[in-house]
């Protein structure tokens, strides 16, 4: 049986690091191609260079989820050099945990911008070609976070939440046009994810954490490959999964 992940062209945001990087890796082993999108594009350019020289497609585009027409660029791009979008990835996002009370307004903001945003942003690029082509995925990352509220977190749960609501109403929306919609919902994963905590004492509390219980990026990049891989038919709606030894 083949893989339902082979030919597949997959946009990805968020990859040029961690979760994102490693989904890229793996989808691009199982045979699809994969166009990279991130703010950092000489990794992404790297990453890409290092699969094609594995044998595999990948193409990079610099795009900043924030910004609505780069994301459109990122998508356009693909459907333009590959011929088709086959599934969407919005996995780019940012952790900067802090309590509420002190105030990091700015941090908030950027939160909402990208983890809300920015997966707004790769909706309304992708779902026209999908609405066209008759078939499509679009997978969101959300976190365990988008289901429980830590100390710390509010903010990043609020976005993490709003991520699963928006991806259950598309969910209802896009039948017709034969679309499946994922929320992946990951627990401790050891990225670079927590270098941009600014509260010194939050981000070496977390630090901690994730080092004792913090599973590898693959470990993600196995359940997005498990969505993919289904019969057209079998839509995997959401999946959370985190380390063993995670509360
Ligand atoms: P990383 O920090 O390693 O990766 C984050 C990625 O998001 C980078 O590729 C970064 O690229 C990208 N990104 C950040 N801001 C923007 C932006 N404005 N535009 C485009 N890309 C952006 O962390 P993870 O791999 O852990 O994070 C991936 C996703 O997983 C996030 O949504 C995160 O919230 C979620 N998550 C992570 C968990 C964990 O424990 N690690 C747990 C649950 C969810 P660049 O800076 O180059 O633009």
């Not at 699969?51 to 585009?61: E, P, Q």
Request: proline fraction near 3%.
């Amino acid at each position: 049986m083949e893989n339902n992940i082979k030919d597949k062209v997959i946009a990805i945001t968020g990859a040029s690091s961690g979760m994102g990087e490693a989904a890229a890796k793996h989808l691009s082993q199982l045979g699809a191609t994969v166009v990279l999108g991130a703010r950092r594009s000489d990794r992404t350019e790297k990453l890409a260079k290092e699969i094609r020289g594995n044998g595999g497609k990948a193409l990079a585009i610099a795009a900043d989820v924030t910004k609505r027409d780069q994301v459109k660029n990122l998508v356009d791009s693909a459907v333009k050099e590959f011929g088709r979008i086959d599934v969407i990835l919005n996995n780019a996002g940012i952790m900067p945990l802090s309590p509420m009370e002190r105030l990091n307004v700015n941090e908030w903001d950027k939160m909402i911008d990208v983890n809300i945003k920015g997966v707004l942003n790769g909706i309304a690029a992708a779902l026209p070609y999908m609405k066209e082509q008759k078939s499509g995925q679009i997978i969101n990352t959300s976190s365990v976070a988008g289901h429980k509220i830590f100390n710390g977190s509010a903010v990043y749960s609020a976005t993490k939440f709003a991520v699963r609501a928006l991806t259950e109403g598309l969910r209802m929306e896009v039948k017709p046009y034969n679309i499946r919609t994922t929320i992946v919902c990951p627990g401790a994963v050891k990225t670079e994810l927590l270098e941009h905590i600014t509260e010194a004492d939050i981000q070496q509390a977390n630090k901690d954490y994730v080092g004792a219980v913090g599973i590898s990026p693959e470990s993600f990049a196995r359940v997005v490959a498990f969505a993919i891989s289904q019969p057209d038919d079998v839509d995997i709606n959401e999946v959370i999964f985190r380390p063993t030894s995670q509360e």
